[in-house]
């Protein structure tokens, strides 16, 4: 047997109180790691009954708090608290995404700009703005997807995004190297979690018929290689874009 020990380690999950992000601050936790995440404070009201539920369940080992993936100044008071916290940060997963799917000709200008805000330039800034944290030897997660490399009808946006990611993992796996900060991206196919179940069940039937497994992800099964990636098996392993698909090409 050979474990995955991460105790003393601090990693930081955008996103992270729910669908991938959750999965992924669960089980670094479970492997002995403290976790911080951080989420979007919406006018509904859900993602603070989320982050409360989130907070008690993950303990005194985690750091639950508001923050814009979009803003500088939130990510840089994040991280702030999260080395008053931890007095550490070794994982980067960058994980918050959203999406406004809608086909080219009727897609505007917000919905674009809204996407490849949150999902691509974001992850730049996130990233940018971590490096004075970030411990040497550590590791950045990006969440990539089969979107990117695919091109789904009516993802325009979010294709575009994700295609994006797996470029800018390259660029930095490059460029942290001499700190031996290892990059790499993770794209996964369809999940089993709120976004997946978005896509309407015709298309979702449709996608079934091209994954040789015959059955969509589930949340863990992606944080199961993200652990991977946080951890000395993946010491060798940079700039590189793990496809968790269940075997789906086209």
């Not at 993602?47 to 369940?57: G, T």
């Not at 960058?94 to 996407?115: H, M, Q």
């Amino acid at each position: 047997m050979i474990p995955i020990d991460l105790s003393g380690r601090v990693a930081v999950i955008t996103g992270g109180i729910q669908g991938l992000g959750k999965a992924t601050a669960t089980m670094l936790q479970r492997a002995g790691a403290s976790v911080a995440v951080n989420y979007f404070d919406d006018q509904s009201g859900i993602s603070r009954l989320r982050a409360d539920e989130v907070a008690m369940q993950w303990g005194a080992s985690a750091l639950v708090m508001r923050a814009d993936v979009r803003s500088r100044d939130d990510m840089r008071s994040f991280f702030d608290a999260v080395q008053l916290k931890f007095g550490r940060m070794d994982f980067l997963v960058n994980n918050a995404a959203i999406l406004r799917d809608r086909t080219i000709k009727n897609l505007t200008d917000e919905e674009w700009d809204s996407v490849v805000d949150t999902n691509l330039s974001s992850v730049f800034r996130v990233c940018q703005s971590s490096l004075p944290y970030l411990q040497d030897g550590g590791r950045i997660v990006n969440m990539a997807s089969i979107s990117g490399v695919v091109g789904f009808y009516g993802q325009a946006n979010y294709a575009s995004a994700k295609a994006g990611i797996i470029a800018l993992t390259k660029v930095l796996s490059r460029e942290l190297a001499s700190r031996r900060i290892n990059v790499n991206a993770v794209a996964p196919g369809v999940v089993l979690t709120d976004m997946g179940a978005s896509i309407p069940e015709t298309a979702r039937q449709q996608m079934l018929t091209q994954i040789p497994l015959k059955r969509f992800g589930e949340p863990e099964e992606i944080a199961s290689v993200i652990l991977y990636l946080c951890s000395e098996l993946s010491s060798y392993v940079t700039g590189q874009t793990l496809h968790v698909n269940g075997g789906w090409w086209v």
